[in-house]
């Protein structure tokens, strides 16, 4: 399991856009060709190490709460496993306290090393504590 907790210098109404508008998603995350958040709602895209295999990510919306929390399934195509990554925001103050969490990675083959926890917890910290913040400091710059 990985599990992230973040406070992010930005109302908690411009992270829940970050992490479900796509067009916002397309600048930290992954360029999603749609996402809609809405419970059945399915997604896909191809991410992998730039100089490795790219994997077909087929990702389905279980659980939305508006402004607080978006669940999705995350498995990949052709590989056995299913795990699920869950958003949570909670309003601090002027700012928003971002709890990740990814469960299930043990269900991925234990002999395709692309799925080991490591690898997970490299991309999440890079995607949250890099990617995301960088992101919504420059939108924060420019919109507020």
């Not at 498995?75 to 971002?98: C, H, P, Q």
Request: charged share 25%; proline share 2%; aromatic share 16%.
């Amino acid at each position: 399991m990985v599990q992230l907790e973040k406070i992010v210098q930005a109302p908690i109404h411009l992270v829940w856009k970050a992490i479900t508008d796509k067009n916002e998603m397309k600048q930290w995350y992954f360029d999603l060709a749609e996402f809609i958040p809405q419970v059945g709602f399915e997604f896909k895209f191809k991410g992998g190490h730039e100089d490795g295999v790219q994997y077909l990510h087929v990702c389905e919306i279980t659980e939305v709460i508006i402004g607080k929390k978006l669940t999705y399934s995350w498995r990949y195509d052709g590989y056995e496993g299913i795990s699920y990554v869950s958003f949570e925001l909670f309003e601090e103050g002027a700012n928003t306290k971002l709890k990740l969490t990814h469960t299930g990675l043990e269900t991925f083959p234990a002999t395709n090393k692309d799925f080991a926890e490591e690898n997970f917890v490299a991309g999440w910290n890079h995607f949250i504590n890099i990617s995301l913040i960088e992101f919504l400091n420059k939108k924060e710059n420019v919109t507020e």
